[in-house]
């Protein structure tokens, strides 16, 4: 029974995942970042190892304007990949178009 609870779990939770993403993706692209965030931040709750929503919903913080959570975002990316260049170039890249030059110019240097 234990096995069985368990798997369903598991399933309910990746399929909640992939559910919530897709969604969250589809609004993005469509440019409705205010139906999008919902989505991406649950999809961001369930799997905060998946890049594509991690980085998406960064961009839909700061296409709303909420620059504050978008930070928060950036922040804990930063914390998990600090050791992968790409990783520190998309953060530059981020932190620049927020205009913080001098945290774009650090995530920078470590690309």
């Known amino acids: 029974?234990?096995?069985v609870a368990g798997t369903y779990v598991?399933?309910?939770?990746?399929h909640g995942f992939y559910k919530a993403s897709w969604t969250g993706l589809r609004f993005y692209?469509?440019?409705?970042?205010n139906?999008?965030?919902?989505?991406?931040?649950?999809?961001h709750r369930i799997d905060p190892d998946?890049?594509?929503v991690a980085w998406k919903l960064v961009?839909?913080?700061q296409h709303l304007g909420r620059e504050n959570e978008s930070q928060r975002i950036l922040e804990d990316i930063n914390a998990r990949y600090a050791a992968d260049p790409k990783?520190?170039?998309s953060l530059g890249d981020a932190a620049y178009s927020t205009q913080a030059y001098a945290?774009?110019?650090?995530?920078y240097a470590r690309a």
């Open 87 to 89: 990783v520190s170039e």
């Open 29 to 33: 692209e469509k440019g409705q970042y």
């Open 50 to 52: 998946d890049k594509t």
């Open 1 to 3: 029974m234990v096995i």
């Open 103 to 107: 945290l774009a110019r650090r995530y």
């Open 35 to 43: 139906k999008a965030l919902p989505y991406l931040a649950l999809a």
């Open 10 to 14: 598991i399933f309910d939770r990746t």
């Open 59 to 61: 961009w839909t913080y």
